[in-house]
Structure formats: structure tokens, C-alpha cells
């Protein structure tokens, strides 16, 4: 009897130890859903809603998959009876590293793809931000046609963000682009888009341990800069995402970008960005 219970505590033994190097991807994690809202405003009436907005003069759209990806546009007639017509969206999910054991380090490689584009004069105004946040540090790269630091002018960012992140914890990435064209007499117009890709830097020990989960219903991947569509393919895209029912009229403008938004491509804590004009 004693020879039974002592070979039963040995296989204990041995079954825990297997236990604990096992990986704890199988284990359930649960992340928060994502969130998306954009808003389409021209001379202070405003739609809004979750995915997609559509007037005259201004347009916006969330897409969540095979890319998450964010997009507005506003043009100005050159009218007087109009005063602006400008669009934003906001997109943030979640996301974590699974494999390996709870709490390793790993590096990640974020792929930005930020673009903009104005046409008319300064009243033509366009900005593009992705922020990425784990437990160990936080990657920003941003771009806009004027006033944001040293993101300012550049029409184009195609590039590498890095950080570090926690296996098992739970990470953030936001996204906000805005658009607006206004106070002239003159035809202007502004377009912004936002695309992030997340993967596992190769050069990570044991890299292949890792994979990435996100929040339901969330792609990712990196597209191409689309065009501007027009108002009819438009209408059709609403219809499909079934988001006509769900657009409300609000009475508030169009908030432009903080003055304090971070400058292009900057990084705090562990991670760092580089990335290079994308050419035609």
C-alpha cells in the first residue's frame, strides 16, 4: 500500500510538472468587444453612428475586417451657404498574445499604413493617429496636413512600430482619423485613413510559441489606401452594414484633433516606430 501511494504521488508529481510547462493558450481569455463610432457634420447638423455616415459634403467609415481600418472625407462647395463640412471615426479594440507562459515578454511589429490628402485651401484640415498600449510601454504614430508636431506635412506613413507586451494580459489599439473643409470660398476637400496590422517580431525567443487573438469580429491585416467613393456605392455600403436604422441627429460640431496629440510616429515606455513616404 505505501508502494501504491508513493507512486501515485510520483505521477502527481509528474503530470504537475507537465502542467506547468505547458502553454496557456488554451486557457479562456476574454476580451472586451470593440467599439467604433464616426460622426458626419456639415453647418452643425450631424449624423452619427456606429460603422457609417454619409451627407453631401462628408462621408466616414469603420471597417473591422480583413483590415481594421478607419476612413472620412469632407468637401467644401466653395459656397457661402456652407460653412464646414467635415467627418471623423473612432475605432479601439483589443487584443493579446497567446502561447508560451503567463507574463512572458514579446516583442510585437505594429505595420502602419496612415495617409491623408487636401485639395483648396489651409481650410482643408486632415488627421490620422493609430495608438497601441500594452502593460510594458505604448507606440503612437500620427500624421496630419498641419498643426501636429513633427507629423505635420506628411501625407503619407508606411511603417514599423514596436513594443513589448505581456503574454496572457490584454492590450489596446485606438484609432481616430478626422477630415473637415470649411470657411472659403474656394473648392476644398480633405480625406484621412487609418490601417494597423499586428504580429510577433520573428526575432522574439521561441516565437513560434505565440499567436494573437482580438476582439470579435476584428481582421487583421493590411489593406491599400482606398478612393474617395462616390455618394452612389456609398449609399450601398450604408445599406449593407444596416446602419441607416441606427444613425442618430445630433446638434454638435466636429471636434478637431487635441493640441496635445502626440507628434508622428513617437514612442513612450518600451516601444519604438520607424517607417518611411510611401511612393506612387
Known amino acids: 500500500m ?35 463610432d464616426v460622426l458626419c457634420g456639415t453647418d452643425g447638423g450631424n449624423i452619427a453612428a456606429p460603422f457609417a455616415c454619409s451627407s453631401t459634403y462628408d462621408r466616414a467609415l469603420v471597417s473591422l475586417d480583413p483590415a481594421p481600418s478607419l476612413w472620412a472625407s469632407g468637401d467644401f462647395p466653395g459656397s457661402l451657404a456652407r460653412v464646414q463640412a467635415g467627418a471623423n471615426a473612432r475605432l479601439s479594440y483589443s487584443f493579446a498574445v497567446l502561447g508560451g507562459q503567463a507574463g512572458d515578454h514579446v516583442h510585437l ?20 493617429r493609430v495608438i497601441v498600449t500594452t ?13 501636429c508636431g513633427a507629423g505635420t506635412g506628411v501625407t503619407d506613413f508606411y511603417g514599423d512600430l514596436h513594443v513589448d507586451a505581456l503574454s496572457g494580459a ?47 469580429g476584428i481582421g487583421n491585416s493590411v489593406g491599400q489606401v482606398p478612393g474617395v467613393p462616390e455618394p452612389a456605392p456609398w449609399a450601398l455600403m450604408l445599406a449593407g452594414l444596416g446602419c441607416g436604422g441606427l444613425q442618430a441627429r445630433r446638434r454638435r460640431s466636429p471636434v478637431l484633433a487635441d493640441p496635445d496629440t502626440p507628434t508622428s510616429h513617437s514612442a513612450r515606455g518600451s516601444g ?5 513616404r510611401l511612393t506612387a
Do not use: K
Not at 505595420?111 to 490620422?128: C, D, E, K, R, V
Open 2 to 36: 505505501a508502494l501504491f501511494s508513493l507512486s501515485r504521488a510520483a505521477a502527481g508529481a509528474v503530470f504537475g510538472a507537465m502542467l506547468a510547462v505547458q502553454p496557456h493558450a488554451a486557457q479562456a481569455l476574454t476580451l472586451p468587444p470593440a467599439t467604433s
Open 109 to 128: 511589429d505594429i505595420t502602419a499604413l496612415l495617409h491623408w490628402a487636401t485639395q483648396g485651401s489651409i481650410n482643408a484640415y486632415a488627421f490620422t
Open 135 to 147: 502593460n510594458l510601454g505604448e507606440v503612437t504614430a500620427n500624421i496630419c496636413s498641419y498643426a
Open 170 to 216: 490584454i492590450n489596446t489599439v485606438a484609432m481616430d482619423v478626422y477630415a473637415t473643409a470649411a470657411f472659403s470660398q474656394d473648392v476644398n476637400s480633405a480625406s484621412a485613413y487609418a490601417d494597423p496590422r499586428i504580429s510577433i517580431d520573428p526575432l522574439t525567443a521561441n516565437a513560434g510559441l505565440y499567436t494573437l487573438a482580438f476582439s470579435d
Open 272 to 276: 519604438s516606430a520607424t517607417g518611411h
